[in-house]
């Protein structure tokens, strides 16, 4: 059972150098998200795909973008990377088809550390 | 003040031992509350949800006490692998999605021989 597949797992880049990170979930859920996680930090929520179709933005949305390309993938995309997004990132899905949000389940990919140097 | 706050720890036990950890919210609204694990450099999982009435997973004990407004989470008998970092989350709101999620910075526990 693959889950939720994330790549690349490790990456490093110069400032102002640009990049995408991938997610596919094989399970059929409708919503998708990306979250960055910082030392001290919880897990603070960058993008989110309620639906196939549909993008909204997070708890810290700059400098980024996202792409819902079907009901599998969600990307992320730094298009100017500064060392501020030097993180760990999750992408995770979820049924979201739950009218109360009770019973979210997330599931999370294995995670990207990225540098930016 | 924080949305959902954690003591980071590490909590040391050793093996057998029973350990708690307690977790407050600032929203009194708040709806919907889970525990998450997460090991070393791995991505969270859900361990359980935290119900009004309380809950139990084995060894695992959740209550909610929306007086207070914080959440616990027991271990009992505790063993090595239960070593990890246990986040606590919490939703705002009834309805939606895990959009809403807050999670907390987590809570470090180490169990020992």
């Known amino acids: 059972n693959a889950g939720v597949t994330q790549t690349p797992k490790f990456q490093v880049l110069k400032t102002g150098q640009s990049m995408t990170l991938q997610c596919a979930q094989d399970?059929?859920?409708?919503?998708m998200y990306w979250y960055r996680q910082d030392p001290g930090m919880g897990l603070r929520l960058i993008y989110y795909s309620a639906s196939e179709g549909t993008t909204d933005k997070g708890e810290v949305p700059n400098g980024y973008n996202v792409s819902r390309l079907n009901k599998r993938e969600f990307s992320l995309r730094l298009e100017s990377a500064a060392p501020s997004q030097t993180s760990v990132y999750f992408c995770?899905?979820?049924?979201?088809?739950?009218?109360?949000?009770?019973?979210?389940?997330?599931?999370f990919g294995s995670g990207t550390q990225l540098s930016v140097l | 003040r924080k949305e959902v706050e954690q003591d980071p720890g590490p909590f040391n036990v050793p093996e057998g031992a029973t350990v708690a950890f307690n977790c407050t919210y600032s929203?009194?609204?708040?709806?919907?509350f889970f525990w998450y694990r997460q090991d070393c450099r791995k991505e969270p999982k859900l361990l359980m949800s935290v119900y009004s009435s309380g809950n139990e997973d084995g060894r695992f004990t959740a209550q909610l006490n929306r007086a207070s407004q914080y959440i616990s989470l027991l271990i009992r008998d505790s063993k090595l692998s239960d070593s990890a970092t246990y986040l606590c989350?919490?939703?705002?709101?009834?309805?939606?999605?895990?959009?809403?999620?807050?999670f907390g910075t987590g809570t470090q526990l180490k169990v020992e021989l």
């Open positions: 399970m059929n859920h409708n919503s």
């Open positions: 929203n009194s609204a708040s709806q919907s």
């Open positions: 989350v919490v939703n705002p709101i009834l309805t939606g999605g895990g959009n809403k999620l807050t």
């Open positions: 995770a899905s979820s049924d979201g088809r739950d009218r109360y949000a009770t019973n979210e389940k997330l599931f």
